[in-house]
């Protein structure tokens, strides 16, 4: 039997290379007799660009940039395809992993110095960028990105906007006049894990401003200043940022840059398996074991281990999933895509010891999974 090892992360616990290591070395103790193919996958969140540049043999370029509130770090960005394509990490400039609890401010975190690492990127002279936006600290709709590139915000009185994104709600035009002259002449994609649009109950900031350190009230001065967005870039532009799928993801970035970059929303999961000729991986394989921190009827919205089932079952694979938490109640939607799925926990814990023991779960749980896969596999 041959078992390919295809996990999300697990999201504030276990990078994806590490879960699929610890099943792998779960299948090695057991006593099934097999062997495995690790494939950490990636669906646009946190980690995702990481992925690409090992699995594309890239390179990475180190340049200093500004982190969500305004303080000079240093980042990375990669290059592929002998350096005609980029890949970048939001997350790498403008990731919540960059604060600390208490600096989570939406209203104050901007996008800006991923907006630098695309200039730079640019200056590269490279024709596509593949932008990975999990993980992010922002509810800026792009607008510190589109800065960064040359954009102006302006109010009524034709003064930059300053203390974006918080100042949004007196935008009254958007200058392009100084942007970028290279974004016409590069293809961006962004890669997405969620389907949310820009505004309402399932918008950016109602879903993800809480996620991010806005209050209540927080967040309802996010929705207003987003949706001045919107009206304003409507009336300039005629694109209706509110109607975009993927929009709301990372905060309003992907409406934002599609409106006024053109940038290609896709779904990151499919996105990631294409770039990284996942099908070729399946073609010599058994079965395949994917997984993350949570598998429920959200996880059918693109996230990766729906990817890659959907992939498993369009070969007629099976699928086992291993996550931290799984529905109580049997699903016919999740049973379609995963044969089995089992929860690694096997004791009732506080959140933060779960994911503190997760390797060691997923280790014990695999050895359980094989040891179960070699009673099927004894000869009569």
């Known amino acids: 039997m041959h078992i390919l090892i295809a996990p999300n992360a697990f999201k504030n616990s276990l990078a994806a290379p590490g879960v699929a290591e610890a099943i792998k070395e779960g299948l090695q103790i057991s006593k099934l007799k097999c062997t495995s193919e690790c494939f950490p996958v990636g669906d646009g969140g946190d980690g995702t660009g990481e992925l690409l540049l090992h699995h594309c043999h890239g390179v990475s370029e180190k340049v200093e940039v500004h982190d969500p509130l305004g303080r000079k770090i240093f980042s990375t960005f990669g290059l592929i395809d002998g350096g005609k394509t980029a890949i970048i990490e939001m997350a790498d400039a403008s990731g919540l992993r960059l604060l600390d609890p208490n600096e989570l401010d939406p209203l104050k975190a901007s996008s800006y110095g991923t907006g630098e690492l695309i200039s730079r990127a640019l200056e590269k002279g490279v024709e596509k960028i593949i932008l990975c936006i999990g993980g992010s600290a922002t509810v800026d709709g792009g607008v510190g990105i589109l800065q960064a590139l040359g954009c102006r915000f302006l109010n009524k009185d034709g003064n930059e906007l300053s203390d974006l994104p918080g100042s949004l709600s007196e935008l009254k035009e958007v200058d392009l006049s100084k942007l970028n002259k290279k974004t016409s002449n590069c293809k961006i994609i962004v890669l997405c894990d969620v389907e949310n649009v820009l505004l309402g109950e399932k ?19 996010l929705e207003n200043s987003l949706a001045n967005l919107r009206n304003v870039v409507l009336e300039s532009t005629g694109k209706d940022m509110a109607m975009l799928k993927h929009g709301g993801a990372a905060g309003g970035v992907a409406a934002g840059l599609a409106a006024l970059l053109n940038a290609e929303l896709v779904n990151g999961i499919d996105h990631f398996l294409s770039m990284t000729n996942f099908e070729d991986a399946l073609k010599k394989t058994d079965l395949v074991i994917t997984g993350e921190g949570s598998i429920d009827l959200q996880t059918l919205d693109g996230k990766g281990p729906f990817g890659v089932a959907k992939k498993a079952k369009e070969k007629q694979l099976p699928v086992i999933a291993l996550a931290g938490k799984i529905p109580l109640q049997p699903s016919s939607s999740l049973d379609h895509y995963f044969d089995v799925m089992v929860c690694i926990n096997n004791e009732l814990m506080e959140l933060s010891s779960a994911m503190t023991h997760s390797k060691i779960n997923l280790v014990r749980t695999a050895a359980t999974i094989g040891n179960l ?3 099927g596999n004894k000869p009569d």
Do not use: D, I, N, W
């Open 203 to 221: 918008g950016a900031a109602a879903v993800f401003g809480p996620q991010k350190g806005a209050t209540p009230e927080g967040v309802k001065k």
């Open 373 to 375: 896969l070699a009673l």
